[in-house]
């Protein structure tokens, strides 16, 4: 008897509610979120014109137009709307990065583009107020489905937009380096690469990635470094001017470097650079003369209107 007694409070404790292991908090917000999402949709019209409206009473994304503003604002809305209720931020990931290389280039700040994301949180949540104001306990419920949500897609966004932005930024240092540091043939077989400015040991990599690059696409065997517009460098980079030359050697092309300033030929000295292995010429023309006699073109010097004018009279 007592056996049995035992058995029957054991099954009534296991049904007993306070036994029930209670569901997760992100559990529980499926449904709210699910509630949410019908009534996000449900009113898109209006909450995305809204939204819209609100953007541009703010001055946010004065680069682009109003149609422009509204089509994106749905593309976000709709964006927005669907990690709601999945939750899965990759979609939102891609698309706020291909918005961030369209409106980038056209000056959109980092600042402007959280600015339109808070403001439809907003706008959303005030949709949310007007819903559930006559259940206060309910509308509570929502908030704290919706908001940690929110909070998320506007990280998501943000941080997107900022590695996007840093990205263009990269490559556009990336092209004004090429562009600083160009590799031109003169001749067939012979290159120049003039170097103007400031040479840092990151520039200094990237001239000789290029310069390497430029021996063997176009078989060079003589290049013309020009220095003249560089005023200094430091042992660093004087280094690894020496290891461009050697470098460049083992490609099979020889290296003449011309325009060295009394402060780099010094900064060479002091690092014990063995002179006698780096061809220099004073100045561009003489260096250009000397490759192409190492290449077995005749050098003839160009007369002057007035010394051919001198010798006809």
Known sequence: MGDQKTKREERIGSTSPSRVVPPSSEESAVPLLRELVAHLRKNRTQLREEWARRITEAKLLT??????????????????VEVLET??????????????????PRGVETDEVVGIVLLLRDVL???????????????????????????????????????????????????????STPVLQVRERLLILPIIGVIDPQRARQLTEQLLRGIRTNRARVVVIDITGVAAMDVTVANHLVQTV??????????????????IAQTLVTIGVDLGKMNTVGDLQGGIEEAERLLGYKVTPFATPFSETSQET
Do not use: C, H, W
């Not at 918005?99 to 980038?104: K, Q, T």
């Not at 929110?150 to 997107?160: F, H, L, W």
């Not at 050697?246 to 402060?263: C, K, M």
């Open 87 to 104: 939750g899965a931020v990759e979609a939102l990931q891609a698309y706020a990065r291909d918005l961030s290389e369209r409106i980038i």
């Open 246 to 263: 050697e470098a460049s050697r083992l490609l099979g092309a020889t290296v003449i470097v011309t325009g060295l300033s009394p402060e």
């Open 63 to 80: 680069a682009m137009t109003r149609e422009e503003i509204f089509a994106e604002a749905t593309s976000v809305y709709d964006n927005y």
């Open 125 to 179: 949540a005030r949709s949310l107020f007007a819903k559930y104001q006559a259940d206060f306990q309910l509308l509570n419920r929502i908030l704290d489905a919706y908001e940690p949500a929110a909070n998320r897609i506007a990280n998501t966004v943000a941080v997107g937009f900022v590695q996007e932005r840093e990205r263009i930024i990269r490559q556009q240092q990336e092209a004004i380096r090429e562009l």
